[in-house]
Structures are given as structure tokens and as C-alpha cells.
């Protein structure tokens, strides 16, 4: 079963070992040899995933009395909560285009000055990620059993609202946390690699018009390429540039500037984006606290060990590794029971280790929330 295939263990290594490939490309001028510095910290996050794959066995969930499928009544559980969810995003997207005056796409095609990043109130955006997520995710599992016509309105509005906001983070949460939840208890099919690479290709296309629209100019980044006869990126669509530049250059930025500035030894960079908006607006005068970590105005993340980075170092990036990988692997045990709380909750860790590479999305607000709403929903289902 695909529950076998997507386990933290073999995605935390597949997505850093691509990393590592992609760095050694060089496909872009931003992207510089691979330090050792960098490398040793992979190796050990990539040891320290393996012994809790290992240790955290015995957390293992006790399945289901009737296997992987759910009863009519955990369905219907599942699908109230997610259908209260719902309806608190639709308030908040409406609430955030009443503020903002519109939406992105709409000023797009008006000619307005305004763009994606003049989008919202900064302190609810991330309980409107986390309520957007966590329906989703519920109802496209649902409808493996269901195929309710009256919930294709829903999903249509919950599938069209991410492009009428230009917001590709939300997009590319969702995808991963949709695909996840979908595929975790089907048979492997060859048919299904195919499909999927053909979906991966269709996606990076879409992305890269997202990108491509957002900005002032088709392809932005395109000037980073590397004028190499050879270099596919030369021949692609603007898609695979920005993919490649998002999965390469924030752990580049870390490789480049490692060992240059003193840590804080705080955790207060690690757990910054729990901190509401308004709150740090208040209360917190300071620039970007990875500032440290950037070689690129326009790539101002470094990968999820930017928070553990500035604050302690090589150290603090074993650190990091090692706190994603424990709550992935415990839910991910947890999800082995097919209890649907824990099928989200395992879902959300599984996107937090591929945008690992982007950012650190499990120290979130609308992560953190999200766990709470599964782990919630997992003790009021089980059996």
C-alpha cells in the first residue's frame, strides 16, 4: 500500500537527498558548492530520522476492527466538523477581500496597483490557512466513500479560491495534504506513477504562471539561470525555474552563510511564526530574523533550519531535524489505525517535511491549529 511508501523515514530522505542532487546541478548562478557543513547536517537529520523510525514504533495505532475503512458514523463526525470549518473560512475570505478592497486576480485584470502581497489582515490569515486546510483534507477523503453532488459547490469554491488569491503556499499546502490523505491506504498501481507525474508536470506549469503573474515581469527569476547549452531550464517552461529555485536556494543561502554571524542562543527565532501578527506589530521591532541566513533579496527563507540556524547554529539544525521528524513519525504511527483524525494529522506532518525544504511549516500558526483540530477529531472517533 502507498501507506508504506509515504512514511516520514523514506520522504524526509527523498526530499533532502533531491535536494542535494538539484545543489550539485548548478543550474542557476545563485546556487554554490555544497559546503561540508551543509552536508553533515543532512547526513545526521538523515541518521536521526532513521532511529526514530525506529524507536517510535511501538506508538503504532491499534487498527480499526473493520480495517482501513471508516463506519458511516465517523464519516458523518468528520464531515460536520469540516463543514463548520468551511463555513468559518468563507466568513474570514470574505472579511479579508472586504478589508483589502478585492482580490488579487480581480486587480489583475483591472489594471489596479495593488497586488497579492496587499491581500488580507496579516492576523487571521493563519486560522483562515488553518480552516481551509483542514476541510479540504476532509472532504476530498470523503469522497472516496461519497460522492455527494451537493459537496461539488463546496469544492469547487475551495479549489478556485487559492487562484482568485494568487496564493500558491496555500495551493501547494493543500495539494500535498489532499494527496496524502487521498493515497495513504490504496494499492500501488503503475498506472498511478504516471498519473501522478503528469499532475507534478501540470502543476509546476500552473505555478509558474501563478509566479509569473504575480510579479512585474514573465519569469523573474529567469535571470538566474545559468546561459549553459545544455541547461534544461533554457528549454522548460518558467514552472521548473521556479520550482528548482524554490527547492535549492534556501538551503544554498544556509550553505553560504553558516558560520558567519553569532547565534542568539534563544529559542525566539525558532517559535517566531507562532507569534499572531498583530502581536508582533505591537510588540516586536525587528527585522526579518533570518536575515542572517540571505544572500537574495528575493529569496528571503532558508529552509525550516532557518529559525533553529540563527539561533544555535549547526547545532540547533540537528535540533530542528530532529523535532520535525519525531511529530511526523508519531503521527504518522498514529495514522496507522485509519482513525481519520490521525490520517489529517499525519497529512499535515508529511507536507511540513517536503516544504521542509522551503521553510519551516510546522512552527506555523495554521500548523499548529490544524494538529489541534485533528487530534480533536481523532479522540471524539475512536472506537
Not at 458523518?76 to 479579508?96: E, G, P, Q
Not at 488569491?165 to 494499492?187: S, W
Not at 545544455?230 to 524554490?246: E, V
Request: proline share 3%; charged share 10%.
Amino acid at each position: 500500500m502507498w501507506s508504506k511508501i509515504i512514511n516520514p523515514f523514506f520522504v524526509f530522505c527523498s526530499t533532502w537527498i533531491l535536494v542535494i542532487y538539484l545543489i550539485s546541478m548548478k543550474l542557476t548562478t545563485n546556487i554554490h558548492q555544497l559546503k561540508i557543513e551543509g552536508l553533515a547536517i543532512i547526513i545526521v537529520n538523515l541518521i536521526t530520522s532513521l532511529l526514530l523510525f525506529v524507536c517510535l514504533l511501538p506508538v503504532k495505532g491499534k487498527k480499526q476492527t473493520n480495517g482501513t475503512e471508516p463506519t458511516q458514523g465517523q464519516l458523518v463526525i468528520a464531515y460536520k466538523m469540516a463543514n463548520r470549518c468551511f463555513y468559518v473560512f468563507l466568513v474570514l475570505t470574505f472579511i479579508d477581500f472586504l478589508y483589502s478592497g478585492g482580490a488579487p486576480l480581480i486587480w489583475l485584470f483591472t489594471g489596479s496597483d495593488k497586488t497579492y502581497a496587499n491581500l488580507g489582515i496579516p492576523s487571521i490569515r493563519g486560522l483562515q490557512y488553518t480552516m481551509y486546510l483542514f476541510s479540504l483534507t476532509i472532504f476530498f477523503y470523503i469522497l472516496k466513500y461519497y460522492k455527494f453532488n451537493k459537496w461539488k459547490l463546496k469544492i469547487g469554491i475551495m479549489v478556485l479560491l487559492p487562484f482568485i488569491m494568487l496564493a500558491r503556499g496555500l495551493m501547494i499546502y493543500g495539494i500535498f495534504q489532499v494527496f496524502c490523505i487521498a493515497m495513504f491506504g490504496r494499492k500501488i498501481k503503475l498506472k498511478q506513477f504516471r498519473n501522478i507525474a503528469i499532475c507534478i508536470v501540470i502543476l509546476i506549469m500552473i505555478f509558474g504562471v501563478i509566479g509569473d503573474i504575480r510579479g512585474a515581469n514573465a519569469n523573474p527569476l529567469g535571470f538566474l539561470v545559468n546561459e549553459n547549452i545544455d541547461n534544461p531550464l533554457l528549454k522548460l517552461p518558467s514552472g521548473f525555474t521556479w520550482i528548482y529555485i524554490y527547492i535549492t536556494a534556501n538551503f544554498n543561502n544556509i550553505l553560504l552563510t553558516i558560520g558567519t554571524f553569532k547565534p542568539s542562543y534563544s529559542f525566539f527565532n525558532v517559535f517566531y511564526n507562532l507569534i499572531p501578527g498583530f502581536l508582533k506589530q505591537l510588540f516586536i521591532k525587528t527585522d526579518d530574523l533570518a536575515s542572517p541566513l540571505i544572500t537574495d533579496a528575493s529569496l528571503n527563507v532558508a529552509s525550516f533550519y532557518a529559525g533553529y540556524v540563527t539561533s544555535f547554529g549547526i547545532i540547533g539544525a540537528i535540533l530542528g531535524g530532529v523535532i520535525l521528524q519525531f511529530f511526523s513519525t508519531y503521527y504518522y504511527y498514529k495514522s496507522l489505525s485509519y482513525n481519520i483524525g490521525y490520517l489529517v494529522a499525519y497529512s499535515i506532518m508529511f507536507t511540513c517535511i517536503i516544504l521542509s525544504v522551503f521553510f519551516d511549516a510546522f512552527l506555523t500558526v495554521s500548523t499548529f491549529c490544524q494538529l489541534i483540530l485533528a487530534v480533536y477529531l481523532a479522540r471524539k472517533l475512536k472506537i
